[in-house]
Antibody, heavy 123, light 108 residues
Framework: EVQLVESGGGLVQPGRSLRLSCAAS????????MHWVRQAPGKGLEWVSG????????GYADSVQGRFTISRDNAKNSLYLQLNSLRGEDTAFYYC????????????????WGQGTLVTVSS | SYELTQPPSVSVSPGQTASITCSGD??????ASWYQQKPGQSPVLIIF???KRPSGIPERFSGSNSGNTATLTISGTQAMDEADYYC???????????FGAGTKVTVL
C-alpha cells in the first residue's frame, strides 16, 4: 500500500522559513516523479513544485519560483520542500503527491496523495 | 498562462447522470485528469489520460476529452458522490501542471 506522510507544517511569521518533509513507502520511490500540491483553506488545488525521479527535471509554479526549493533523497524515500520568504498567501495545506511517471509528462497525473500538512503564515 | 474553467456547482438527483465540464484552449490535444475531494479528505485520482480509471474507482465514473472541453460523467449518481471535483492538465508551453477551480457536486 502506497503511503505518503507529510510533516513540518506549523505557524510561521511572514518572511521566515519552513521545511516540509514527506516520507514515502509502498512503492519504488526512485521510479517516480514527486510533487507538492497546496490548497488554501476553502480554496482549490494549486500545483507548487515537482521533481523527476533522478532530480534532473525540477519545476515550480510562478507563485513560488525563487522562494521554494524542492528536493528528494531516494536513499531515504523522502521528498522535501524548503519554503523561504513566506507570505500570507502561502497559508495552505501542502500535499505530497506521487506522479504517474518518472518525469514531467503530458499524460502525468497525481495518483497518490498524503494527508497534508498545514502551513500558516501569520504574525 | 494556461487556464482550465469549470462550473462552480452541479446538482443532480440520485440515480441520475451528472456531467462536469472542464474547458481550456485546445484541451483535447492534452491529457485531462480528474480528482474527487470530499470534505476533510485528500483528493483522490478518479480519471487519468482522459478516460482511464485507476483500480478501485467505480465504473460509474467516466471521462472524455475533445476539442476544448473535457467532461467527467457520473452515471447513476449516489449520495456518496457528493464532493468537489477538479480537472487537471499539463501545459507544455510553461511548463506547469494546471488545475481547474473545482466543481461542487450536490446530490439532491
Amino acid at each position: 500500500e502506497v503511503q505518503l506522510v507529510e510533516s513540518g507544517g506549523g505557524l510561521v511569521q511572514p518572511g521566515r522559513s519552513l521545511r516540509l518533509s514527506c516520507a514515502a513507502s509502498g512503492f519504488t520511490f526512485d521510479d517516480y516523479a514527486m510533487h507538492w500540491v497546496r490548497q488554501a483553506p476553502g480554496k482549490g488545488l494549486e500545483w507548487v513544485s515537482g521533481i523527476s525521479w533522478n532530480r534532473d527535471i525540477i519545476g515550480y509554479a510562478d507563485s513560488v519560483q525563487g522562494r521554494f526549493t524542492i528536493s528528494r533523497d531516494n536513499a531515504k524515500n523522502s521528498l522535501y520542500l524548503q519554503l523561504n520568504s513566506l507570505r500570507g498567501e502561502d497559508t495552505a495545506f501542502y500535499y505530497c503527491t506521487k506522479g504517474t511517471h518518472g518525469a514531467a509528462a503530458a499524460a502525468a497525473a497525481f495518483d497518490h496523495w498524503g494527508q497534508g500538512t498545514l502551513v500558516t503564515v501569520s504574525s | 498562462s494556461y487556464e482550465l474553467t469549470q462550473p462552480p456547482s452541479v446538482s443532480v438527483s440520485p440515480g441520475q447522470t451528472a456531467s462536469i465540464t472542464c474547458s481550456g484552449d485546445e484541451l483535447g490535444h492534452k491529457y485531462a485528469s480528474w480528482y474527487q475531494q470530499k470534505p476533510g479528505q485528500s483528493p483522490v485520482l478518479i480519471i487519468f489520460e482522459d478516460t482511464k480509471r485507476p483500480s478501485g474507482i467505480p465504473e460509474r465514473f467516466s471521462g472524455s476529452n475533445s476539442g476544448n472541453t473535457a467532461t467527467l460523467t457520473i452515471s447513476g449518481t449516489q449520495a456518496m458522490d457528493e464532493a468537489d471535483y477538479y480537472c487537471q492538465a499539463w501545459d507544455s508551453s510553461t511548463p506547469r501542471y494546471v488545475f481547474g477551480a473545482g466543481t461542487k457536486v450536490t446530490v439532491l
